[in-house]
């Protein structure tokens, strides 16, 4: 993709995210607001994970710990304390700093899975402190606060809030993404390359490395300071090991290796839960089930499977690719189709209403609803349909995948000097 | 006395049951490098696939079909899951292995809901097995800890005493050299994989039974087992039994101790300016229980991360 | 900085290693004098990579102290022995993989001028750091290859960018473990002559089993044999020593 174009994406998307919302309702702005906090975390997180290869299992720490800043910075403004509303996040990014300092220096002692190890056990220690810590992080039922006016933006509804995070969202991006320019945002791919090496080169990897965890800790702070400022309150759960696994699922199903993969995982995720956790009780269930299939199909992530596609484009002969990707779409979509099918129909038939209707009738399996179609446990018909989609969509799948196996062949007896310039 | 006494014997056996599950996780490092982080998922799975069991096969039934059939799926997972991801790293690997805790968790919760089930002890292993100070004892926690020292026995056997466990250490050692020698690699990693799945399986179809069977006891357990195989030294049997016991006792007496840092300092005259300073100081031990074991794991990773017994970092 | 001059680049007194009870290297006494190339052979196992470890701060010394420049650098880490004007190469090709060939080598040059925490300029405006990069390109002959990943280099491309990288952080003491292993002989031809260019009014250490390579560019030789210096000499002279013929070369024909 040129320069040019990638501008275009990215200020059509801006003002797509600046123009639009005044016209969405309160639940979508907030599930917009929600995905702009999330991305900020995917993308401070991935500055770590991603281009220092350093794989974080703690970030929760840094996110509440932005958090409970923020509400400290809101009791004081409450309390007459001249801050203007708009520049709360800037506690959460210098408590984040601080907290990344210590918890950085510390990590990044050990590499591999001792770093996780570190990582997670710091968060632990938070989680399981911070309940009894009644000052600071006000005990088991944390701690709230109120926004105050400011300017006359009374940050009363969830729009104003909004652009408050949009507005950080759109700065702290902009300083990752300058980040990766300077010298030192290239040493961070070079340490994940080879740690050794430049160690070897005059660079103390040691101090390189806290020095990248506190970026990464700080920007952290000001998604979880975002947080706080829209939902007014935080407890010890922000320290709980579900906030520092999202941030990682977001991250590598979206793509580590991208700058803005994490935006699309973070992004892709936050607005399937929203449209999702009304329909179903099983959302985290394929939420899983994404995650484990990206991470076998798609290494690098659904951002990183894109982008290889999109630097290819010009390259692909897509005549040759429309039948077998075609094929490949509505083989998934089958099997998709199969799974989400048989696990509803699981969640229906082990659920507690259904329980209470089998009391009803003891004698025999009662219907269920499922899609606005009712379907009987006992009848072929309501397993012979997941049945076929399943196999189905697999065997459309092997033979899209032979077809493409073919055309690989072909190409790579056609043009074997153009691929391998292009790399 | 009475006290001590209880919570030793308790913590013992806490102890041994945390051993059962860290074993196959520590054995899983040491050979494979994967700290697979779905290991507590197959504790939880035993309890439940024990639980679905025994009301058609009875309690002793489900007990000893859950584990087996927690390890053919631990099985199928290295064979057909973890094998797949293998060449992109061990981080990635360990990513999967989180991913599959995800999955296991939330399947159990969509066939046995949010809540716990009610898996008990059969009526005939509900008595106590000796009375102390005026406490009935009961049988069934003497039983945990006996499945787990069998567990422990024939464990060790089959690593010091037979062809399987020479194998099996070689390939720990020094895989492509076993491998080399002719050994078939790729089985022994699959088996052992296995393996460590239907213990912890097994420990979870024995303590779920005694302990709530719910869908956060993975998660729950997940973080300490993690603390033992860290303490003890991540890939050491033994440092994992002796970090078991260890955090198996801490926990017991633990939660009965009102001692604070505030108490350490007026010790030496100091109690009243800890006492003003509050926050930290004035924590209980009780209170802070659930904290310790990961302060240990931490200064433990910071200082000798090998741990307890480990020989490598 | 310390005032004293002294004609040698690299001082090693006493120096002794041992991992456990197995004793590597035992009683080392090396000078590599300011502006010769010095060349360390000796069989397999006598410990050459061992003393390149030692020397450039991987591994700890048990005993003895090596000098750089009259300055004391053992016991300092790795990035400080460099950064005090010391450079080594890698026997197994050791460069950033997944990086362009250009960046591999302004890594080292950023180093060399201090930007190594600069966060606040853009890198692409540091016109006088990628002029740098660019000539030290040209001096190891990748400059078509610049925006490839170095990964994808062919293994003597690799090699060369080893040297690259090496010299890129500006050091005047240069250590170079095995550069020409696993080349053919044209490779190795251009590869000694690379070696000579670039390390023009420089000091060099190198470990090198092809006695060709060390006769047309060493100026000293030493011998290293189980641990010890066995002797260090002119090429001509080393391979009249009958000492050296018996422990070393006459062990090689045999």
């Given at each position: ?295 076998l199909y798609a290494p690098h992530g659904i951002g990183g499977a894109l982008a290889m596609q999109l630097r290819q484009w010009r390259e692909l002969d897509w005549r040759r690719l429309v039948k077998p990707y075609a094929t490949a779409t509505v083989g998934g979509l089958m099997i998709a189709a199969g799974v989400v099918f048989l696990t509803e129909t699981v969640s229906i038939l082990f659920g507690l209403d259904y329980e209470h ?67 | ?313 | ?254």
């Open positions: 993709m040129s320069a040019t174009s990638k501008f275009l994406i990215i200020g059509l998307a801006l003002l797509v995210s600046i123009a639009l919302p005044p016209f969405l309702s309160a639940g979508w702005q907030n599930a917009l607001n929600t995905m702009l906090i999330a991305s900020l975390f995917a993308l401070s997180f991935n500055l770590l994970a991603g281009q220092a290869g350093l794989l974080s299992f703690g970030h929760a720490a840094y996110f509440g710990v932005g958090a409970f800043a923020a509400l400290h910075l809101m009791l004081a403004v409450e309390d007459g304390l001249p801050v203007p509303t708009p520049l709360l996040p800037l506690a959460g990014a210098l408590a984040g700093l601080v907290a990344g300092v210590v918890s950085g220096w510390f990590s990044t002692m050990r590499s591999g899975v001792y770093f996780a190890l570190v990582t997670l056990a710091i968060a632990e220690l938070f989680h399981s402190l911070t309940p009894h810590l009644q000052g600071l992080f006000g005990g088991e039922s944390g701690i709230s606060s109120m926004r105050m006016p400011w300017m006359g933006i009374r940050f009363a509804t969830i729009l104003e809030v909004y652009y408050l995070t949009l507005g950080w969202f759109v700065i702290c991006a902009v300083l990752l993404w300058a980040y990766t320019r300077t010298p030192f945002g290239r040493l961070t791919l070079a340490l994940r390359d080879n740690e050794q090496r430049v160690r070897f080169m005059g660079y103390d990897a040691h101090v390189s490395k806290t020095l990248i965890f506190t970026v990464s800790a700080m920007f952290s702070g000001v998604a979880g300071a975002l947080q706080a400022v829209t939902n007014e309150t935080a407890n010890y759960d922000l320290f709980s090991a579900g906030v520092s696994s999202q941030v990682v699922l977001f991250t590598y199903v979206g793509g580590a290796t991208l700058f803005f993969g994490p935006v699309f995982g973070a992004v892709a995720f936050t607005v399937f839960a929203f449209l999702m956790s009304d329909l179903t009780r099983s959302w985290l269930f394929y939420q899983g089930l994404i995650f484990v299939l990206v991470m209707a089998r009391t009803l009738t003891p004698d025999y399996l009662p219907d269920f609803t499922l899609m606005g179609q009712v379907w009987s446990p006992v009848a072929v018909s309501t397993w012979v349909l997941p049945a076929v989609l399943l196999i189905g969509g697999i065997a459309l799948l092997q033979v899209a995948r032979r077809w493409l196996d073919h055309s690989d062949d072909a190409m790579a007896a056609s043009d074997t000097e153009t691929s391998k310039g292009s790399v | 006395m009475e006290f001590f006494f209880i919570s030793t014997l308790n913590g013992v056996i806490y102890g041994l049951l945390l051993f059962m599950v860290s074993a196959g996780l520590s054995l899983i490092f040491g050979m494979m490098g994967v700290l697979n982080f779905a290991h507590a998922s197959f504790y939880m799975l035993g309890a439940y696939l024990a639980y679905a069991l025994s009301s058609v096969f009875g309690f002793w039934g489900g007990i000893l079909l859950a584990p087996i059939l927690v390890g053919l799926l631990g099985m199928v997972i290295e064979r057909g899951l973890l094998r797949k991801v293998h060449a992109h790293g061990h981080a990635h690997e360990l990513l999967l292995t989180f991913g599959l805790a995800m999955i296991i968790a939330e399947t159990i919760k969509l066939f046995f809901g949010d809540f716990p089930v009610n898996y008990q002890i059969p009526t005939e292993l509900r008595f106590s097995a000796f009375t102390v100070y005026g406490t009935n004892y009961p049988f069934y926690r003497l039983f945990i800890g006996f499945v787990a020292v069998m567990m422990f026995i024939g464990l060790w056997l089959l690593l010091s005493r037979t062809r399987i466990g020479i194998v099996v250490r070689a390939a720990e050692r020094l895989p492509a050299m076993a491998e080399a020698l002719g050994h078939n690699i790729p089985v022994v990693f699959m088996g052992v994989f296995g393996a460590g799945a239907a213990l912890a399986g097994l420990a979870g179809a024995v303590a779920g039974a005694f302990y709530p069977t719910n869908p956060n006891m993975a998660a729950e357990l997940g973080v300490i087992v993690f603390v033992v195989v860290v303490v003890g030294g991540l890939g050491s049997l033994k440092g994992s039994l002796v970090a078991s016991l260890l955090i198996g006792l801490f926990s017991s007496f633990a939660v009965g101790l009102d001692w604070s840092l505030a108490q350490l300092f007026g010790l030496f005259g100091l109690g009243e300016w800890a006492q003003s300073v509050g926050g930290l100081m004035t924590l209980e031990l009780s209170s802070v229980s659930g904290t310790i074991p990961f302060a240990l794991m931490l200064i433990v990773l910071l200082v000798r991360p090998a741990g307890l017994m480990g020989e490598r970092n | 900085m310390t005032a004293i001059e002294t004609l040698n680049a690299l001082k090693l007194t006493g120096v002794d290693k041992s991992f456990g009870s197995l004793s590597v290297i035992k009683g080392v006494e090396l000078s590599v004098r300011k502006g010769h190339r010095h060349a360390v052979i000796g069989p397999n196992g006598a410990g050459k990579s061992t003393l390149f470890n030692l020397i450039s701060g991987m591994f700890p010394l048990t005993a003895g102290e090596i000098e750089l420049n009259g300055q004391r650098i053992s016991g300092l880490a790795p990035h400080k022995i460099n950064r005090a004007g010391l450079s080594r190469s890698f026997q197994i090709t050791n460069i950033f993989h997944k990086m362009s060939v250009f960046e591999n080598l302004r890594i080292g040059v950023l180093a060399k001028h201090g930007s190594r925490f600069d966060l606040l300029r853009p890198i692409s405006r540091m016109r006088s750091i990628n002029e740098e990069t660019g000539r030290i390109l040209d001096l190891v002959g990748l400059s078509v290859r610049s925006g490839h990943l170095a990964g994808d280099l062919s293994y003597s491309e690799q090699r060369a960018l080893e040297i690259g990288m090496t010299l890129s952080t500006g050091a005047e003491v240069i250590l170079l473990d095995e550069p020409t292993a696993g080349m053919s002989r044209e490779e190795t031809a251009q590869a000694v002559e690379l070696i000579r260019k670039v390390t023009e009014g420089k000091t060099l250490l190198m470990v090198e089993h092809d006695m060709s390579v060390v006769f047309s560019l060493c100026d000293r030789v030493s011998v290293l044999v189980y641990g010890s210096i066995l002797a260090t000499d002119t090429p001509a002279e080393i391979s009249k020593n009958s000492a050296v013929q018996q422990a070393y070369l006459g062990e090689d024909a045999a």
